[in-house]
């Protein structure tokens, strides 16, 4: 564990700094995710949406606004886009792994059923380009609509790729840029072109978002079977679900062909036994495919920093640089 | 039976007319269900956009906009639109009602899993933002934007009045706005504002549109109970599924207790059994609720020709006043 968990944590810095914005931005949120003629839209949003989410992505775009000097009203509408994005993906996302609890809560498909958490994520998603189509921003509007996309894809993906252990690293890449690093760079863009900054410095903000979303998931991935104590993970889920995550691609790439049978056993057939989570986790680290992982986040984590040190300097572009650290920190 | 039927039908002499729109929207539609990363993608959307749909809807687009005299190419682009928000909430609404057939042949979520609907549904909505982005016109964005909410929240509402015999007319016409007529209405509303009309006319297509999706579901709501022969639909889908659909509602709206009872058991609780649907037909004639339904069906096309017969006279507008009646002729 890191030495920033003994001070103030920079997402906490962030919202501090950003306080003001923040809660613009969660007024309009619920103000949009109110509904004259469907209750239970409303009710199935706020369970999401006030789960106690640390708003890390509309932070990136209230904070890619502010250091680019934006002085308009818009960073809100974009910020409450982002998050209304992501809520829709986490309520379609838990219906398709059939996930019974998300931020230590039960989920909507489980509280109230599939079909609301589909057709409330939808409304979600519809939501989110009415807010982003009053900027009146046309390029905001191609980079959200082309994040969304990319979203999606990468789901897709990412489902036809489970229990495929040919899946490469350049297919996970892919599932991580469409399913986290995609909102996370449109977040930061998007900040960059509504101040109507140079493009090299909206590149910049797209590369950190890039980097910063890739590390962030590479960290999450890797936590799923190194995690346990204090990171609030449940070791061994992408296990079970035989998920194609970076660690577990790392240690097939190594396996000899006794260790194949067995992945082939656990993830392909699905035939799992007691004690085979713990097999997995010996291969891992025999093969050091646990610290290659590690490493791989650092390096994304190392690019993200010296895209944003590429830009001027600010207390707001130093705290992003910090939030950078502090995503890689839980493995470090 | 209308004599229309021994005839071209009025949608075919507008395919017919619109045969080289047509052809540029199919194309597109094609090229941007692509997905160099997921094949999963276009060949989930490949099953429902070739499985013989009318494409209604984007017809309606290119026909308000050629009788519009719009010039330009991107009625090309809004017809896709709408084709791909049709098709998306297709595949959510299959989900959502567990369906296992549509338009005669096995539902995605039959075929491939609930999943890959969801995902790939996602991915068309979003792709439709793409393409609406592209016409650089964000009246047209807030018009579809829009419409898509409202098609959502129309979803949930119908969602939480399944089974619920309170469910009045007021809120079935919410429903119906919302699953059918807020695309139609922007689907023809569109083509006016891209062609940029004076208000009045742009006013008159929205009407237009409104009023022949009204109908057009409440035809379709009609013959639940009263197709069979030639009509296509299967008699009673709606009565097993226990929703509340207009028949329905006149028909409790006019009931003594002992009917009361009976729409209680096989509707709030769903306890229906052998002859129940029998009874149920019997006393939706007895009311005349099928006869008031079809009346009513009656009066909204009649709307919808009122505001199309306010229009400027031409071949287009002359064919989608045909294709109004023709929404009406299978109850008529």
Redesign the interface.
Known sequence: MNVMNSVTKPHERLADLLKDELADVNALIRDRMA?D?????PEVTAHLVEAGGKRLRPMLTLAAAKMCGYAGPYHIHLAATVEFIHTATLL?DD??DESAKRRGRPTANLLWD???S??????L???S??LM?ET?N?RV??IL??A??T???????Q??AAQDLTTTEA?YL?VVR?KTAALFSAATEVGGVIADRPEPEIKALFDYGDALGIAFQIVDDLLDYWGGDATGKNIGDDFRERKLTLPLIKAYAAANDEERAFWKRVIEKGDQRDGDLERALELLNTHGALEATRQEALSWAAKAKTAMQSLPQSEMRDLLIDLNDYVVARVN
Chains 1, 2 share one sequence.
């Open positions: 509904s003629h469907a209750p239970r839209i379609h219906v398709v599939n079909k609301s589909v057709l409330v994520g939808d409304y998603f519809a939501r380009f009415q189509t009146g046309l509007l191609r609509s082309n969304a996309a979203i999606a894809e990468g789901e897709v993906l489902l036809t297919i892919q469409g």
